[in-house]
């Protein structure tokens, strides 16, 4: 079958650096997406990656190792407005997008 | 403005009751998606739509019907609502997964 596999919760500290990961199982890839969703929100995306290796796009950067069947986001200088769910999914040989449960993310003061 | 909406934003109705979600994009964008989001699941297709007049199954189509007679519009019908349908409804267009604001159906 196919599975999205990531942290329910994680809590940091404003101002300090997190890593969320998520491994994957998936009938085919083509591409890892990562989104953030605010409580009572919609998602709004966040990256995508086709190819190994780190992308980086501002306090964000998103990390995928296909041999691995792993990513992970990396959020910098982290900023209390960064509370969300963190949701990875991936887009199978069908082209649908499988999706995890999402990483709630506690920032503490 | 250019964008994703749904309507309602929030709904209750009862059990075995008809009840349509709309979906509008001014993207013409030409894959729409619908989803349905519960607590301790992730996001789960319900349907999709890669044009107009073309629909496919997603991953829990039961009790649901859609259909797509213009690119903009991309409804969703629940024909006979029961209580395990009571959710989070978003609709999203592209591969990238633009969504709407979402619907909150309660079905009681």
């Known amino acids: 079958g196919q599975n999205i596999d990531q942290p329910t919760e994680m809590t940091a500290t404003e101002g300090a650096i997190v890593q969320i990961n998520c491994t994957y199982q998936t009938s085919g890839f083509n591409g890892l997406f990562w989104y953030q969703q605010h409580a009572g929100e919609a998602p709004t995306f966040l990256s995508y990656n086709v190819l190994d290796g780190l992308e980086e796009k501002g306090r964000f950067s998103s990390f995928l190792s296909r041999s691995k069947g792993y990513s992970y986001l990396l959020l910098k200088e982290l900023q209390m407005k960064d509370s969300a769910s963190y949701l990875c999914?991936?887009?199978?040989?069908?082209?649908?997008?499988?999706w995890g449960a999402g990483t709630k993310l506690i920032i503490k003061p | 403005d250019a964008g994703i909406t749904q309507s309602p934003r929030y709904k209750i109705t009862e059990t075995g009751r008809q009840v349509t979600l709309m979906c509008h994009q001014t993207?013409?964008?030409?894959?729409m998606f619908w989803y349905r989001q519960d607590l301790g699941h992730g996001l789960r297709l319900i349907y999709y739509?890669?044009?107009?007049?073309?629909?496919d199954k997603g991953e829990v189509p039961d009790g649901y019907v859609v259909s797509r007679s213009k690119t903009e519009n991309f409804p969703l019908t629940l024909e006979s609502a029961t209580r395990s349908q009571t959710s989070v409804y978003f609709c999203?267009?592209?591969?990238?997964?633009?969504f709407g604001p979402g619907t909150r159906l309660t079905v009681t």
């Open positions: 999203a267009s592209t591969g990238e997964q633009y």
């Open positions: 739509s890669a044009a107009a007049d073309i629909t």
């Open positions: 999914a991936v887009r199978d040989s069908n082209y649908q997008l499988i």
């Open positions: 993207w013409s964008h030409s894959y």
